[in-house]
């Protein structure tokens, strides 16, 4: 980690001598380990050196919700279902076979048998239920995980390898969740320790490989645990995973991570950069990617403002329309992602096609703002009644493009005559603000979930403190996406969900822009990597070609 | 040439409690700047130094003169097109001309530096002149309280406070200018306990001359040079460190360009367009390395060696 030191001091102290042709990014060629060995048939044996864009800060996947944590957490933990990657068909991994009740509230799962922790203890149903109650004890340290057991009234263990899980209310995404990090299955062991505890050591799952180690913002890594048998219906093999080790490096800086890549330093990256991914590729690396299912990268209107602009309906629209994402996808992104058609992602369960509604149409836009009263101003800006057409959005970056996008969209409205300002704020300090008034549209970078109750954990519902009036679009959203959460039969959930879809974007409550894609750096001798479906790492598979 | 340094009377003015102070400090800035003016036109490397901060200065004040591109407008077609005589320094990923918003930046940066400095100057200046002229257990409490601004670096400092402050060009000139607040109390204690020692001042409380009007006629104007060159040589350190957060992305808010914040626009391509960050890079470098040499100026005599 010497690099990532340096790189540290030197950005604190003056990062400025950047400038001074520290080609850090560049440093080395694509010299890289050479060739591919091996003939085809996977290996067994290696070290994969991983360099993470985001330190994962907590391991403990019932608390943590960070892609990068859950791309270490997956190698170590299990979950009862896995999901198709292609299909998003759920599928047996611990549990061989479950039933859902009719009203969609109770749920059995019969439980695979022999299946063992790495600290030796068995998997049984009094283990799913000592997690699911830890899930909901942990309560707001666990929220991702405890908004996917809303309503949890209970786990009966029916014997031992039987275990239902009853809810007070439908809970139609439940089943999905089952097979997300965020309910893997945790030793009883690491459930009776503290949670602070918990983030740093000692997660014992029944997964391909064990923890070793965590350094926080350094490294972690894990070794491969003998004697696995138990693998999703998703993989290609059966057995003991081929890597013998997994040493993941948390490397922030994108450049440094791509150089590191194109060094040979790491034999793959996470999050490569969009800048960088034409050279990877020219250099002969393998690009993996795949499009994240769940929200899309979009704006969503703050729902603790009240303020002229953002309440009126044709600014909304005229926003939706003004916004032109071939040109965010060709100018700040690259081939990799995609125009956004709805504010799910194409790959989602339960998304509906709302291109039309969404194509660029800055003559629309204007008309709009003209029959609403907003006439151009000397500046350029529209006014009316003497007030400037501005409207704010509150952003944090987590190192994607997310500025150059903002920058671009602010030139793009400033074409109808709107202007947007930014206000950046450093991580988990934009929502306080949001709830103080600040920002008419907070900007969201996407959110993975192959189910669409997504939208409803991570779209902020409209009006917490100005309730939406009765009959408005607002308030059709809300309703719709209460109402998608307790629906069971799967053509009438998809049915809600499409309405919720266009309440979003046709009364402008969420501007969607584009589809966000996990884009991995690979070394040419890693193979048989695989993304789950929600565009996690999947390294079981994972082999190295000169291993 | 030593005549033209030191007139005598000067002197004696300094001395005796009854001169004309407006004047005297007429006389003496004047002969600096002679002495200055004389001593740029004798060093060719100083001379380059004011040319440099001239034309920063110039550039913040008129960017318009500078170029006629608009440092906002986003041109997707031309993005990342490496210098040439359209675009003297390129064009950054949204096809914007690097050059224009390297001259524009130049306003932002600059006046932040100044307020950062004058936030520093006067507080600092204040505290100083108190605690050294009041002495005692007041001076004691105050210096402590300056010793441990001093033990934090003073870039973790202003980062600290611009978080607390909020992000923003001025939140950020006020942080960095607090972070140099110890410095330039603890420098203008130092010359406030060598001046009041002086027999002219001892001289001045015995003749019954009120204690604030001692401390502004007598005592204040001779630490004026120490601090002067503080000054100078701060400035150039609080380029640096407006330029520190806006890159961290403390400062200016996107699309306005300030120097900081178009390095770390730049910093995913160095690989690729490295004009981006060399280009406002060298802009703060240049800037910096000119002021610092004219602080040096302004700190020793010039005259002949």
Redesign the interface.
Known sequence: MVTRGFWSVH???????????F????CGGSGGPAGAGGDGSPRTGGNLRLGLGVDPVCLDPQQSGIADAINIERSIVDSLTAQDPKTNAIVPWLATSWQVSPDAAGFTFHLRSGVTFSDGSALTATTVRDNFDAVVRAGGRAPLAASYLAGYRGTDVIDPLTARVRFGQPNAQFLQATSTVSLGLLSSATLARPLADRCVSGIIGSGPFVLDSYVPRQSVTVHRRAGYRWGPATARHTGDAYLDKITYSIIP???VR??ALRSGQVGGVTAL?V??TS?VRQAGLTVARKIIPGVVACLSVNPFVSRPAIDDSSVRRAVVKAVNRA?VV???LSDDYKVATSILSASTPGYADLGASLAYDPAGARKLLDAAGWTAGPDGIRRRGGQRLTLAVAWT?NGGPD??V???I??QLRQVGIEL??????TGQAFPAMQRGIGDYAWGAGAFRTDPDILRAKIVLPGPVVPPAPGSPADRLNAALARQAATVDDAQRRKVVDEAQRLAVDAGITVPVYEIPAVVGLAKDVRGFAFTASANLFLYDTWLGNG | MSGLGVPSESVAHDGGLGGPPAQRRRTGLSRRGREICRGVLRQPILAACVVVVAVAVAAALAPAAFTGADP???R?TA?LHSPDGTHPFGTD???RDLFARVVHGAGLSLSCAAIAVLVGLIAGSLVGLTAGFVGGALDAAVMRLVDVLLAVPS?LLATTLV?TFG?GPVQTALAVGTSSVAGFARLMRAEVLRVREQAYVEAALVAGARRLSVLRRHILPHTRGAVLALTALDFGGAI?AV??LG???FGA???TPE??AL???G??????A?WM??A???A??LTVLALNRISQAFDTPTGPR
Do not use: C, I, N
Request: proline share 6%.
């Open positions: 950005v604190l102290s003056v990062g400025l001598a950047a400038t001074l042709g080609g850090l990014a560049g800086d994108g450049g791509a150089g950069p800048q960088d050279q040109e060709g100018t700040v970056t500025q150059e903002l920058e671009l602010q030139q300002t930014l206000r950046q704020f450093v | 906002l407008r986003v997707p993005k990923q949204l096809g870039l978080t992000f640096l330029s520190a890159f961290l992305g808010q996107p699309p120097w900081g390095v770390a626009g910093r995913g391509y160095l690989d690729t490295w960050t060399a406002p890079g060298l703060v470098v």
